[in-house]
């Protein structure tokens, strides 16, 4: 096809996801000069520093003022963490971040001998958008203390030990390194779906940005939830203008929670294999690991599937079976105060019938309103759990799409990672397909605004097997076709486009990553 065909698709839908990027509100600010990673660098004793110019200057005093709300985290596991011993906040919910960079307890000084609960996640258990004594583990902390009496014994304090879009790896990681000083005795561990993406980092102003995750075997295909819902929420913009509306069954499968290729397996496996660390060294100590699981999301199924393999003797809390927009802060999905007490009085009521937290003579738990008590989520057996997690990957089955088609929107959840905000590929890119038939289509465009980056191989392969490769330049549409091995043809399709070289292009004032431009990725008949 002529580059025309090109420009078709990088006229009203690219023009269109710079306008709607402006409008999404995301938990974070994301970095626009992400640089490239150090390749064969040399030994640091051998490095001598650059002068530093006038720029250089300017950088470094930013930097030292630190207006955003984050700090670097010297463990590259854990990323980033608040700006420590600062008043901070999000959307309206007020923040004190103590000296390790977590959210301060609001409470009076930690009693000698107090039994120590910790509230381990992201977000959710941060409390995004709250105050600090609106937040989920000073509402534990209280409702306990009025349950049990001031003269129960031992007293019980609650820490936050959560940080917006941490993953998995962050939270756990995060808590090992200062176990030493936090010294839990409960663990509640608070999973939401982004745990399965990339761990973030932050820029010299203190603000997100999103980097390689060293920890993964594939660094530089940068798998972040903020990005993929972006990318939904622009394409279903542009196709509702288009007067062809995205339904949702046209988007497809969620890539990353669906659990049917190696890519969303292999990050489960992780989550999974994170918590029994942190379970084996929580015991060693004497000290309990709690699960909580708050709602309705296929993924909490799926990794309690994992857990009741693993540790089957974790405790589970359940919350919330279903969510309602009352539930949360309204302009934001995040739970509001209202709702993180009601999950507070339910956990303080688990952690007292449990045995795990002493009873005393204090006041009955606060009564729950209706409408919560409706929607709460009963206990399940082992056997509920795999039923349910094997219903959950059954649904992502029947929504997969054979074809991801970044023209029309088509398929756009299935994209797994690597794609920047306005549809250009990074460092590497991956989708998912459903296995439609025995041949594998890709169509692929150079980037038009820097020529001198042609000629670009971009790479195929299926997972780690290689199909072969595009040679990209000029403006034109490139086709490829291969053959979908015999072995492969029973199952979903994990398709990765790995380009040879990238570079800086210039984006709503700042600088991104990209490298060519995706234009479909098909499973067709020949």
């Known amino acids: 096809m002529s580059a025309p065909?090109?420009?078709a698709w990088t006229g009203p839908l690219l023009g269109a996801v710079v306008l709607g990027l402006g409008l999404l509100v995301a938990e974070g600010v994301v970095s626009l000069a992400l640089g490239r990673p150090l390749l064969g660098a040399e030994r640091v004793s051998e490095v001598q520093p650059a002068p530093r110019g006038p720029k250089d200057a300017e950088r470094f005093e930013a930097a030292a003022a630190n207006a955003g709300i984050y700090a670097a985290h010297p463990d590259p596991e854990v990323g980033y963490v608040l700006r420590g011993e600062a008043d901070l906040a999000i959307f309206d919910g007020l923040i004190s971040s103590d000296e390790l960079g977590m959210r301060?307890?609001?409470?009076?000084?930690?009693?000698?001998?107090?039994?120590?609960?910790?509230?381990?996640?992201?977000?959710?258990?941060?409390?995004?958008?709250v105050n600090d004594d609106e937040c989920l583990a000073h509402q534990?902390?209280?409702?306990?203390?009025?349950?049990?009496?001031?003269?129960?014994?031992?007293?019980?304090?609650?820490?936050?030990?959560?940080?917006?879009?941490?993953?998995?790896?962050?939270a756990v990681r995060f808590l090992l390194d200062h176990e030493h000083v936090l010294q839990p005795d409960i663990v509640l561990y608070v999973p939401v779906h982004n745990d399965l993406a990339d761990v973030s980092s932050v820029n010299a102003v203190g603000a997100r940005r999103q980097a390689p995750d060293l920890s993964s075997p594939?660094?530089?295909?940068?798998?972040?939830?903020?990005?993929?819902?972006?990318?939904?929420?622009?394409?279903?913009?542009?196709?509702?203008?288009?007067?062809?509306?995205?339904?949702?069954?046209?988007?497809?499968?969620?890539?990353?929670?669906?659990?049917?290729?190696?890519?969303?397996?292999?990050?489960?496996?992780?989550?999974?294999?994170?918590?029994?660390?942190?379970?084996?060294?929580?015991?060693?100590?004497?000290?309990?690991?709690?699960?909580?699981?708050?709602?309705?999301?296929?993924?909490?199924?799926?990794?309690?599937?994992?857990?009741?393999?693993?540790?089957?003797?974790?405790?589970?809390?359940?919350?919330?079976?279903?969510?309602?927009?009352?539930?949360?802060?309204?302009?934001?999905?995040?739970?509001?105060?209202?709702?993180?007490?009601?999950?507070?009085?339910?956990?303080?009521?688990?952690?007292?019938?449990?045995?795990?937290?002493?009873?005393?003579?204090?006041?009955?738990?606060?009564?729950?309103?209706?409408?919560?008590?409706?929607?709460?989520?009963?206990?399940?057996?082992?056997?509920?759990?795999?039923?349910?997690?094997?219903?959950?990957?059954?649904?992502?089955?029947?929504?997969?799409?054979?074809?991801?088609?970044?023209?029309?929107?088509?398929?756009?959840?299935?994209?797994?990672?690597?794609?920047?905000?306005?549809?250009?590929?990074r460092m590497h890119t991956a989708v998912i397909l459903a296995a439609a038939g025995p041949e594998l289509h890709v169509v692929c465009a150079p980037l038009t605004n820097r020529p001198d980056l042609a000629p670009l191989t971009v790479t195929v392969r299926l997972e780690d097997q290689v199909l072969g490769t595009l040679q990209l330049e000029g403006t034109g549409l490139v086709h490829g076709r291969w053959p979908v091995p015999e072995s492969r043809r029973g199952g979903p399709l994990e398709v990765h486009l790995v380009p040879d070289d990238w570079v800086l292009v210039s984006y709503q004032g700042g600088w991104q990553v990209a490298s060519f431009r995706p234009v479909a990725v098909r499973c067709v008949q020949r």
């Open 218 to 425: 594939h660094p530089l295909l940068e798998v972040v939830v903020s990005r993929s819902v972006a990318l939904t929420d622009v394409a279903r913009a542009v196709a509702e203008k288009r007067g062809e509306p995205l339904e949702e069954v046209d988007l497809g499968a969620d890539a990353l929670t669906a659990d049917l290729t190696a890519e969303s397996r292999r990050r489960y496996d992780e989550n999974a294999a994170s918590l029994v660390l942190l379970s084996q060294r929580l015991e060693a100590r004497g000290a309990r690991l709690v699960l909580v699981h708050t709602g309705n999301h296929g993924y909490g199924w799926i990794l309690r599937e994992r857990l009741a393999e693993l540790l089957p003797d974790l405790p589970v809390m359940s919350l919330l079976a279903s969510s309602t927009k009352a539930f949360s802060l309204g302009f934001d999905p995040h739970p509001n105060a209202r709702t993180l007490g009601v999950w507070a009085t339910w956990l303080a009521d688990a952690l007292l019938e449990r045995g795990m937290v002493t009873r005393g003579m204090g006041r009955a738990l606060p009564a729950v309103p209706e409408e919560y008590t409706q929607r709460r989520r009963a206990p399940v057996h082992a056997r509920e759990v795999r039923r349910r997690a094997a219903a959950e990957r059954e649904k992502a089955t029947r929504r997969l799409l054979p074809e991801v088609d970044l023209r029309t929107g088509r398929g756009i959840r299935q994209v797994l990672g690597g794609l920047n905000q306005d549809g250009t590929a």
């Open 140 to 170: 534990l902390e209280t409702v306990l203390a009025a349950a049990r009496g001031e003269e129960a014994e031992p007293p019980v304090i609650c820490l936050t030990v959560a940080v917006p879009s941490w993953n998995h790896r962050a």
């Open 5 to 7: 065909g090109s420009r």
């Open 104 to 129: 301060k307890r609001a409470g009076p000084e930690i009693p000698e001998g107090a039994l120590r609960v910790v509230l381990l996640g992201d977000s959710v258990a941060f409390g995004y958008g």
